[in-house]
């Protein structure tokens, strides 16, 4: 589904009668490509601390052009607010109003990333005041961006400190292209876990990785960009939608595995498939989902239990023969797909809100379960992405829909995908129970 | 017949001696890795725009996926079709050039009516056990609905004189010789050159020679839709089939149909026939659209690329018939080819545990268990001392056969061996010896190629 309106609004006359006339002016968004610099532009570390300081050294490392103090008129590719030493409210007005000089000198799909700790109540009442406070400013700060430019933030439970590695995985994952269309969002790392890998551009080398729901859309999308990051796919799908699983099996160089997830056996079938064929199985992408929309009033038995037997109970019961076997124990990681309608609601979607809910509820409680194998489970929760499906919204909802987050535009497949990629990363070990929206801030809801 | 001698058997019979495979030297074996169909269509149905090329492709693009064969280098890839427009002289590698095997993998075609997917495997098989290749996809594909249509012979000679012709006058003069009559199509039918019967007349004699009754013929396509509905259902079919152009199972299959259903069908052979007629639209196969693939290897390789061994390709047998004077029926070569095999191998009947003979008709498939079954055929035909041997019908065609799936042609060899191999995996060992399945599939021309299976 192209956005045409992006088109039309990113040259010529278009710019022109959209800017005067206010209208929205969403951008081409930088979306990550293989060789691509992870930021273009120097990076405005501001912030006093040591964690500031540790951090900068890291960015300077990777080569990075770092600026610790602003240079005026220079365009920058992001401003990292280290906030990691707040100790009261008022802490926040230095470095926050020292970045605010900056935002004008902000370059097209520029970053804004907070660094932070988690407002914790043990903290005490001024601190986890000054630490929650960073919630509503990066979240307003989100809002305020133009041109691409995209407002996340890293949150440092205890354990976790400025150069873990999964805060680095996180600060790497919002600096890049791969976050282009997550926005005004929060990861929390919950441990010093994970590593960097040893090839940025082939961070899944040597990991197996099963994709459900693999046949099309968002699913397809996945399984190219893990096979793209260098894992080697086992794509599953129902039965009747093999061929469309064939083609993204050899697009990937995969196997293809017809299998309905919502079988008693689903779990050891796909266990079984990776060990025979691949020999080992490192990650698990529970993509596949259906709708069957249905105000709740008129909402049918068959309806609303194959939501709940597909979107939920067979995650569960899959996941659940994956904590018992013993070829899941090597960091394996498991990144479910929930949606926003689990979190703000959607009109005519009560079982697959509840569905969607229920996906954040089971990754929350299973986050310490898997932990005892050094692995993580987390969700990531799409907005409004351009698929197969969302093409079929009428023209005018679907042109609203699409324009009601701060990027003003729909994501892409990929975009789901490359979070998903990340939270499937040893990188991102220390980031579990955790849900990543990729909404582009979307503005209603949550 | 018995003016031939000594031998009453017939021809002078130069088959290798039973027992004679042991004593060829120590071979090493063919695996069934796995295989991939597309769903069977109905001629007229889902695949009416689809060739041969599209459909085998799409075989061998489902087969890829489910085995990780991408940009792989098979050994050799044989298939056919029965129904070939000439432009399509090398059906099999075009097709392969283009799937997302390895560009350098070699193919060849191959064609024995009916019998050419079950060949294509014994060949590759055989290929793989004497170790000239380690990896093979066997197939094999059909479209009635796609069927060549040839010009007349008598346009085709004026335009192959017609181009010869130099001068305008010599081309107004070959152009004369143009009539009405040659500008009608010569569409393919199933009819033998050499008797003008079509293959359901011919089936519909040794049906009625055979006594089979429309009951028993009833029964077995009745089962077939039954069996093959149920293997549906149970997911038998979820690592043999990739769907194709919206088709998910065969449309042929009947899983509703019912005894009753099936006896108020009107018969479509044998009409002239002075017994009742008893072959029906239902007891009989319609044409159909389709194409399957095999995936054969040596254990070796199959180890290497950590894919599963199924079963053993153990031993095959072609047979023909003089169907052309009457003295055997069009489709009854597996009848002889059977007892020679099972003979070669040291094996009866009892040590079947599964049989697939293919159901060109119910007719068929019931007259060759009779012939087994009967005395002086035994005697005078197979040269035995009575009957061959009579069978466990609960161990005949138990996933459904040709009559509710349908028969492309080639096609048909590629979906028996890959199902036989997923059964005889499943079942493992019988009696502490590997479970064994015997296929017999009949062939137009008084063919018969039948081979058989061991479990992995």
């Known amino acids: ?446 | 017949m018995p003016d031939h001698g000594t031998s009453a058997t017939g021809p002078k019979d130069t088959a290798p001696a039973a027992g004679s495979a042991a004593a060829l030297p120590q071979l090493r074996k063919a695996v069934v890795v796995g295989g991939n169909r597309i769903p069977f269509a109905r001629t007229g149905g889902a695949y009416t725009k689809s060739s041969n090329q599209d459909m085998l492709t799409a075989a061998l693009d489902g087969l890829i996926a489910r085995f990780g064969l991408q940009d792989e280098r098979i050994g050799e890839v044989a298939a056919g079709a029965v129904l070939k427009h000439s432009r399509d002289f090398n059906l099999t590698r075009e097709a392969v050039l283009g799937s997302a095997l390895a560009a350098e993998t070699p193919a060849y075609d191959l064609q024995q009516a009916c019998a050419t997917g079950l060949e294509t495997v014994l060949g590759l098989a055989n290929k793989i056990k004497l170790g000239q290749i380690d990896s093979a996809i066997a197939g094999g594909v059909d479209s009635a609905s796609d069927a060549p249509i040839a010009v007349s012979e008598g346009l085709r000679e004026v335009l192959l004189d017609l181009n010869r012709a130099k001068t305008l006058p010599q081309r107004l003069q070959v152009l004369s010789r143009l009539r009405p009559k040659d500008l009608a199509p010569d569409a393919p039918n199933t009819g033998e050159p050499r008797t003008g019967l079509s293959m359901g007349e011919h089936q519909a004699l040794t049906t009625a020679q055979w006594k089979i009754t429309r009951e028993a013929q009833d029964e077995l396509a009745f089962k077939s839709h039954h069996n093959l509905a149920a293997a549906y259902d149970a997911g038998f079919f979820d690592d043999l089939l990739t769907p194709y152009r919206g088709l998910t199972r065969d449309s042929n299959l009947r899983a509703e149909t019912s005894l009753e259903k099936l006896a108020t069908l009107k018969p479509v052979f044998g009409k002239s026939l002075g017994t009742a007629a008893t072959m029906t639209a239902g007891n009989s196969t319609p044409l159909t659209d389709g194409a399957s693939t095999v995936l054969l290897a040596s254990e070796e390789w199959a180890d290497s690329h950590d894919l599963p061994k199924l079963a053993t390709v153990v031993d095959g047998e072609a047979a023909a018939v003089d169907f052309v004077h009457g003295k055997d029926g069009l489709l009854m070569a597996p009848a002889f080819a059977v007892p020679r095999l099972l003979a070669r191998n040291g094996l009866s009947l009892e040590d079947i545990d599964f049989f697939e003979i293919h159901e060109a008709f119910a007719g068929t498939v019931l007259s060759t268990l009779a012939a087994w079954e009967d005395d002086e055929f035994g005697r005078t035909r197979l040269g035995l001392d009575g009957a061959f041997g009579s069978i466990d019908k609960s161990k005949l065609n138990v996933n459904g056969s040709s009559l509710a799936a349908g028969h492309p042609f080639a096609a048909t060899g590629g979906r028996i061996v890959a199902s036989l191999a997923k059964m005889l995996h499943a079942k493992g060992q019988v009696d502490g010896r590997p479970a064994r399945g015997l296929i017999s599939i009949c062939a137009a021309g008084g063919q018969g190629v039948v081979a058989i299976l061991e479990a992995l």
């Open chain 1, 1 to 446: 589904m192209t956005d045409t309106y992006i088109q039309w609004v990113s040259k010529g006359l278009g710019k022109d009668i959209a800017k005067r006339l206010g209208l929205p002016q969403p951008v081409v968004l930088r979306r990550h490509k293989p060789g691509q610099p992870l930021v273009e532009g120097p990076v405005l570390v501001q912030g006093a601390g040591s964690g500031a300081d540790e951090l900068a050294s890291t960015l300077l490392s990777w080569h990075l052009d770092v600026r610790r103090h602003a240079v005026p008129k220079e365009k920058l590719g992001a401003i990292i607010l280290v906030l990691d030493e707040l100790t009261t409210p008022e802490d926040l007005e230095k470095p926050v109003l020292a970045a605010a000089a900056s935002l004008r000198d902000l370059a097209r799909n520029a970053r804004v990333i907070t660094v932070s700790r988690a407002a914790a109540a043990a903290a005490g009442p001024a601190v986890a005041a000054a630490r929650q406070g960073v919630d509503g400013l990066l979240r307003s700060l989100a809002k305020e961006l133009r041109a691409g430019a995209t407002g996340n933030g890293i949150v440092l439970a205890d354990g976790a400190t400025t150069t873990s590695p999964s805060t680095l995985g996180a600060l790497r994952f919002f600096l890049s292209g791969r976050s282009a269309f997550v926005d005004g969002q929060f990861l929390t790392v919950t441990a010093d876990a994970g590593r960097l890998p040893a090839d940025a551009e082939k961070p899944l080398a040597g990991k197996v990785a099963v994709v459900t729901g693999a046949a099309r859309g968002i699913g397809a999308a996945i399984a190219r960009t893990l096979y793209r990051d260098g894992a080697t796919l086992i794509v599953v799908d129902i039965p009747a939608a093999g061929d469309h699983l064939a083609t993204v099996a050899n697009e990937v160089h995969g196997t293809a595995l017809q299998l309905d997830i919502s079988r008693e056996d689903a779990g050891q079938r796909i266990i079984d498939h990776a060990i025979e064929r691949h020999g080992r199985l490192d990650i698990v992408i529970h993509n596949a989902g259906i709708t069957r929309d249905k105000l709740l009033a008129n909402m049918d038995r068959g309806r609303w239990n194959s939501v709940i037997a597909v979107n939920i109970a067979a995650q569960l019961r899959i996941n659940e023969a994956l904590l018992a076997s013993e070829h899941f124990r090597s960091s394996p990681r498991i990144v479910s797909v929930a949606s926003t309608s689990g979190i703000a609601g959607n009109r005519g979607q009560t079982n697959y809100a509840a569905s969607k809910g229920g996906v954040m509820g089971m990754v929350r409680a299973t986050a310490p379960l898997i932990a005892a194998h050094g692995g993580s489970i987390n969700a990531v929760a799409p907005g409004f992405i351009e698929t197969e499906m969302t093409a079929r919204i009428p023209f005018a909802t679907r042109e609203v829909a699409r324009r009601l987050n701060s990027l003003q535009q729909g994501g892409r497949p990929g975009d789901v995908a490359e979070a998903i990629a990340f939270l499937a990363s040893d990188a991102a070990g220390g980031i579990s129970g955790e849900v990543l929206r990729v909404c582009g801030q979307n503005l209603v809801g949550a």
